[in-house]
């Protein structure tokens, strides 16, 4: 079996026999390589007036890729083996696994890409390939490097973008990977960036009982407590989402959070305890879409409004506006970054004149041409120019209007390059040259016509017949190739050195997955810590909570054992009372001595300030049925009203002994009684006055409409 050997970019597959079980699994798969390593800047073609892009990417050297493809069997069959390439952009790693290892060393690296040439290797049919896409961790991607729907053969593919190819699986798989490095194919998508997140019962409320109600109430409030924590975490990792509620008995039956982020961006995760279960799902597409890796880039014109608020906008070469921006705290590079992915700038432009040293910068970047007016652009002109197109602020008109009268000004000669370019050939390209690089047309075309039939002339070549000397090369290469295996062979005595750094890289590994593993303790330790500190002070105040409820459980207890006293120490004669004290006779006075003693029904109340109520107040403490109010002070008249037709008696403090204990007070019980038969018989003839009244003022009435008849 031929061992695995972490190989640099440039050295060929391996197409020794594997076994997916052997002892090269994935966990001998060395990809630490493929961390911390900087992408390169892209790069441009020399030679040439105009930058062209070679690509978006040209590998991913800040990323980990894979490769597989099919080794042997079906995945709709038992046990299929795979073909494997792990690429970071400088090394390569071979093995060949099983269905079940390749799943579990991609859950562990979590690489950038899984690229294959054939996304069906990987599903039996499109459910069993969204359940794939399902399992597949958030920062991975499936590229099926081939194309979208009607993919091409690797083989052409490979050939286009100048990979190496060989049929042998080890061999596809690399090129597979070398691909999506390069930002070749497209991404398979089953789910958007949206998740979401269900707060639900995490049992059945059951058939009914006894305590049912409770029961229900319980469950419900504690989903609609757990609800509000996910809303309160969401709202501080500032996440966009939008929550709809079933409200029930107690609280909520459901809640769901659509959420505008990945699963791996939220700061919640699925799981069910007790009474609540939280699941966590992403938003299925309508189907399975494909998306390509590397976005079209056409060429533009750009127009520039520097300033403290630095302003761009992009124009098509057909006039439409494409985009505006603006910030106040991008800097040139950010801009630069913002035009880059909108297009390739043909044309630069500013609406003032001279070029502003901020613009020139710009198209200096771009090497592209420069447009300004002939005078400054005045604003209503500006404004006429732009009242089609939609703007946010006064710089993003501007940059606009420059874009627009730059397109303007080369309008006629983009009609004329049009008019003279072959269908074939690319029309930006062409204009790009001809407008910043001030070439003709026919030249450009001429140019990209025998690149194009230089291209085909050398892939459609016929073979011919050898010459002498060539013949004689041909044979020296071979007699190259025989001394090349006998060093072959000679490098076998390097093997046990080899073998070593094997291991050592393999000890390597195996420290960094137990410096991730103690990290990940970390963090979670962290998060305990955190957690626990949050429950100490809700302790806290449950502590505080408890000590209130004491305090006044000791009221209480003081108040039973008046009711249930003695009072053998008081010198009285008789029974007692307690008497319940309000300092003032105010709402707030009443409210206070009702949370501390408790205001019911038959008690004794003692107005020690019984001036200045109202009817609220005295409506208040007759709600209460009090058995007697005993005042210190004249009431005013409308609480003394409002009392009478209470009928809640009322006498004067001073005709009742009341001794204060403590914070409670005590009174005879034969002066209370006293007190309030000396009140009904005040009662009755304070009503018989009010009906002699009455009498006498219906009389008067009756005289009076005598009178007037």
Do not use: C
């Not at 420059?402 to 029309?427: C, G, N, S, W």
Request: no cysteine; proline share 4%.
């Amino acid at each position: 079996m031929e061992s695995i050997r972490s190989s640099p970019s440039t050295s060929s597959p391996s197409d020794g026999p594997h076994s997916p079980d052997g002892p090269h699994s994935p966990d001998h798969l060395n990809v630490s390589q493929a961390r911390g390593v900087s992408r390169p800047a892209v790069g441009y073609k020399s030679g040439h007036s105009l930058p062209v892009p070679v690509n978006d990417r040209t590998s991913a050297l800040d990323t980990l890729v894979f490769g597989v493809d099919i080794q042997s069997g079906d995945v709709r069959g038992d046990a299929p083996s795979y073909a494997l390439v792990a690429f970071d952009g400088d090394r390569l790693d071979r093995d060949v696994v099983s269905f079940r290892k390749l799943r579990r060393l991609v859950e562990r690296e979590e690489p950038a890409i899984l690229a294959t040439d054939n996304m069906y290797e990987l599903a039996a049919d499109k459910d069993d390939l969204v359940r794939f896409l399902q399992s597949l961790p958030d920062r991975t991607k499936l590229v099926q490097v081939t194309g979208a729907e009607r993919p091409e053969s690797l083989s052409r593919v490979a050939s286009r973008h100048g990979v190496t190819y060989g049929k042998k699986p080890m061999q596809e798989a690399e090129a597979a990977a070398r691909l999506a490095a390069a930002n070749v194919g497209h991404e398979v998508a089953a789910f958007t960036d949206t998740t979401r997140v269900k707060v639900s019962r995490g049992r059945s409320t059951g058939k009914g009982g006894w305590s049912q109600d409770r029961y229900t109430r319980r469950i419900h409030g504690n989903v609609k407590s757990t609800a509000r924590e996910v809303a309160r975490k969401l709202d501080e990792a500032a996440l966009d989402y939008e929550r709809e509620v079933t409200e029930k008995y107690g609280g909520y039956a459901n809640a769901v959070f659509e959420v505008q982020a990945p699963p791996g961006e939220l700061p919640v995760s699925k799981r069910r305890s007790g009474d609540v279960r939280i699941e966590v799902e992403r938003v299925r597409r309508d189907g399975i879409e494909f998306e390509p890796l590397a976005k079209r880039r056409d060429h533009v014109f750009v127009g520039i409004d520097p300033g403290t608020t630095t302003a761009a906008a992009v124009v098509g070469l057909d006039g439409d506006v494409l985009d505006v921006y603006s910030s106040r705290t991008a800097d040139t590079a950010a801009v630069i970054e913002w035009l880059i992915e909108r297009g390739r700038p043909v044309v630069v432009a500013a609406d003032v004149t001279p070029m502003p040293e901020t613009v020139e910068k710009f198209r200096r970047s771009f090497d592209a041409a420069g447009w300004t007016p002939e005078s400054d652009l005045p604003v209503d002109e500006k404004l006429h120019r732009t009242r089609e197109a939609s703007y946010e602020n006064d710089h993003q008109r501007d940059a606009l209007a420059a874009a627009l009268f730059a397109h303007d000004a080369h309008e006629d000669q983009l009609r004329r390059v049009a008019r003279k370019i072959p269908p074939t050939v690319d029309r930006g390209e062409v204009i790009a040259r001809v407008v910043a690089g001030e070439e003709s047309v026919e030249a450009v075309v001429r140019d990209l016509t025998d690149e194009d039939s230089q291209e085909d002339d050398e892939s459609t070549h016929e073979p011919r017949e050898l010459t002498d000397e060539e013949k004689r090369i041909r044979e020296l290469e071979r007699q190259v190739e025989r001394l090349e295996g006998h060093v072959d062979s000679l490098e076998a005595t390097v093997e046990e050195k080899d073998e070593r750094i094997e291991e050592y890289r393999t000890e390597l590994s195996t420290a960094r997955r137990e410096e991730r593993r103690e990290a990940r303790e970390r963090r979670e330790v962290t998060r305990l810590q955190r957690e626990n500190e949050r429950l100490e002070r809700e302790l806290e105040g449950e502590r505080e909570r408890a000590e209130e409820l004491d305090r006044k459980l000791e009221r209480l207890k003081a108040l039973w054992k008046l009711d249930h006293s003695n009072f053998a120490d008081v010198d009285v004669d008789g029974e007692l009372v307690p008497v319940k004290v309000i300092e003032q006779f105010t709402k707030t006075a009443v409210d206070a001595t009702d949370e501390q003693y408790g205001l019911a029904a038959g008690d004794v109340v003692y107005l020690r300030d019984a001036s200045g109520a109202g009817r609220a107040t005295a409506e208040r403490l007759a709600a209460t049925d009090p058995r007697i109010v005993l005042r210190s002070g004249n009431l005013s008249e409308v609480a003394d009203e409002v009392l009478f037709d209470a009928e809640v008696p009322v006498a004067p403090a001073e005709d009742v002994t009341i001794q204060e204990i403590d914070e409670l007070a005590v009174a005879r019980e034969r002066e209370v009684d006293a007190a309030i038969d000396d009140w009904h018989d005040r009662a009755r003839e304070r009503r018989k006055d009010r009906k002699a009244e009455m009498v006498d003022q219906i009389i008067s009435e009756h005289r009076a409409e005598s009178r007037g008849s």
